[in-house]
């Protein structure tokens, strides 16, 4: 397996298999991972763990030699009395993620092949660190580089060397909540569709909760164990297999706590049964040739063509005559349907101020007030004011007839 790295927030891709199976069978896709069994945290102080070997043929012995180990919650541990106080790892080691090894006053007997070892018992995780040191009496000589397979540093005899380790990783983080950590799902993509629209069939978490995804034939045939976390074995398992379970399934492990981020992914192919080949005895008379068993054959289909007649082309003019009549009569009623429509709109128009109740009274001229004018025409031109002025009074004030014989004949008598 690949550890997941750090700085990725994506799966990393374990492995990529193609798998083919046939019709009705049941497919297995295989997903183990040791690294997702859980395991109970106990002993929380002394889970995690580094290590310094080196691998030396100075005395001929060609064995590896344990130098120094330090724990999470402990203080770093020399094994040799020679080496007190002249090898040794920063303390703050776990802290910054630098398990760098210092040897001073180096000497010959210090050439060799040194491996960091960084292990999290809890989460499974082992990762190893070689480099090689070379010892030399030339100041010149001294370098650093790079074989192929893990870097070399030649250092001068009686300096002070520094041999690099560093893991920032989040595997070093103190743990959580144990039962939210682990879980694994499965995707199915179909043909076609991009990855990001896959289907999810299934979640599996270390508590046991189980969570299943689509139809409910989906969910019978498409399972997984549920001693996956006991046993470490993540299978995917489909039965009864049919063509359109064809596609791209993908197997994910995530432990939150651990930092472990791993995809597997599978191309699932669904073939046909293999048939039985039959041998026929071609020498007898009057008998078809066998059918060759590797070739698929479908439905049988039988094609009739029936030759073109005048009933055809009637029958032709008849769809065309048809759908005529039809556009012509839809016209007629949208031409129907306008006008009646305008003329609804004329008779709103008309009724519109008929709506309110007009009292014909308010509009009756009264015409006993009207001052009875003379028949003949006025004129209005005049020479000045006064004669103007005099007009008007004798229009609005009528002259009156007194009889001053009248009031004669009244005094006579009296």
Not at 3 to 22: C, F, G, H, K, Q
Not at 265 to 288: D, G, M, S
Request: net charge neutral; aromatic share 10%; proline share 4%.
């Amino acid at each position: 397996s690949v550890p997941a790295d750090a700085s990725n927030p994506d799966s990393v891709v374990v492995s990529v298999l193609n798998i083919s199976a046939t019709l009705g069978s049941q497919a297995v896709l295989p997903c183990k991972s040791y690294r997702m069994v859980w395991t109970q945290d106990r002993l929380n102080d002394r889970q995690r763990v580094v290590h310094w070997d080196v691998y030396s043929k100075y005395y001929g012995d060609n064995k590896m030699e344990r130098l120094c180990d330090m724990y999470s919650a402990g203080d770093q541990r020399v094994y040799s009395s020679y080496n007190k106080g002249r090898i040794f790892m920063p303390k703050n080691a776990f802290r910054d993620g630098n398990f760098s090894l210092v040897i001073k006053d180096v000497a010959e007997s210090d050439e060799g092949t040194y491996s960091c070892n960084l292990h999290h018992h809890y989460c499974h995780l082992y990762e190893t660190v070689k480099i090689q040191l070379d010892i030399t009496k030339k100041a010149e000589d001294a370098n650093e580089y790079w074989d192929g397979e893990k870097p070399v540093i030649v250092a001068l005899e009686g300096s002070t060397v520094m041999l690099p380790c560093v893991n920032r990783n989040h595997i070093w983080t103190e743990r959580h909540s144990e039962e939210e950590q682990q879980v694994v799902h499965w995707d199915r993509q179909p043909p076609g569709v991009p990855h990001d629209r896959a289907d999810r069939l299934i979640d599996l978490y270390a508590s046991g909760e189980r969570r299943s995804y689509g139809p409910l034939f989906i969910r019978q045939k498409m399972n997984i164990t549920n001693t996956a976390f006991a046993l470490g074995d993540f299978s995917l398992r489909i039965s009864e297999l049919e063509s359109a379970d064809e596609g791209t399934y993908s197997c994910h492990l995530h432990h939150h706590y651990c930092g472990l981020h791993e995809r597997r992914i599978y191309q699932v192919f669904v073939t046909e049964p293999v048939r039985e080949k039959k041998v026929v005895n071609l020498t007898t008379h009057n008998i078809a040739p066998a059918v060759d068993p590797n070739v698929v054959r479908g439905h049988n289909v039988i094609n009739v063509i029936i030759p073109e007649s005048r009933v055809h082309f009637f029958q032709q003019l008849g769809y065309i005559l048809a759908t005529l009549l039809l556009f012509i009569v839809f016209l007629i009623i949208v031409v129907l349907v306008t006008r009646k429509r305008r003329q609804r709109g004329y008779e709103y128009n008309v009724k519109k101020y008929g709506e309110k109740d007009v009292n014909l009274k308010e509009f009756t001229v009264d015409t006993t007030d009207l001052t009875q004018y003379k028949s003949e025409d006025i004129r209005l031109d005049y020479k000045n004011n006064i004669l103007k002025e005099k007009a008007e009074q004798a229009r609005s004030f009528p002259a009156k007839h007194i009889d001053l014989d009248k009031d004669f004949r009244k005094e006579y008598c009296k």
